[in-house]
Nanobody, 121 residues
């Protein structure tokens, strides 16, 4: 098991900024690919961004240029900086860890509990 705990969600106005954090514990964090997904009620969990163990970042087209994923292997933490937020970014955001590398599907080994992000218009 790799417990993951997200934080940083909240309510923000359109155009605003939020920074999500996800702290991992357990096996060596640096060997895992880390991802962020989001989900709204009634919809499938959607890929947002991921970062490989080597630090390469991948983004969904809908967030490219607005969101930045980064990781700190000393603090066992992955971040998602979200700029220029839009109402359609409203969702529960989940952190995930994968020992098999970056994938853009929800096929990750471990998941956090999620943190709500609400963007008002």
């Amino acid at each position: 098991q790799v417990p993951l705990v997200e934080s940083g969600g909240g309510l923000v106005q359109a155009g605003g900024f939020l920074r999500l954090s996800c702290v991992a514990s357990g096996p060596p964090f640096s060997t895992f690919a880390m991802g962020w997904f989001r989900q709204v009620p009634g919809m499938e969990r959607e890929f947002v961004a991921a970062i490989s163990s080597g630090g390469f970042a991948y983004y969904a087209d809908s967030v490219k240029g607005r969101f930045t994923i980064d990781r700190d292997n000393v603090q066992n933490t992955v971040y998602l900086e979200m700029n220029s937020l839009k109402p359609e970014d409203t969702a529960v955001y989940y952190c995930a860890a994968n020992g098999r590398g970056v994938v853009r599907t929800a096929n990750y080994d471990y998941w956090g509990q999620g943190t709500q992000v609400t963007v008002s218009s």
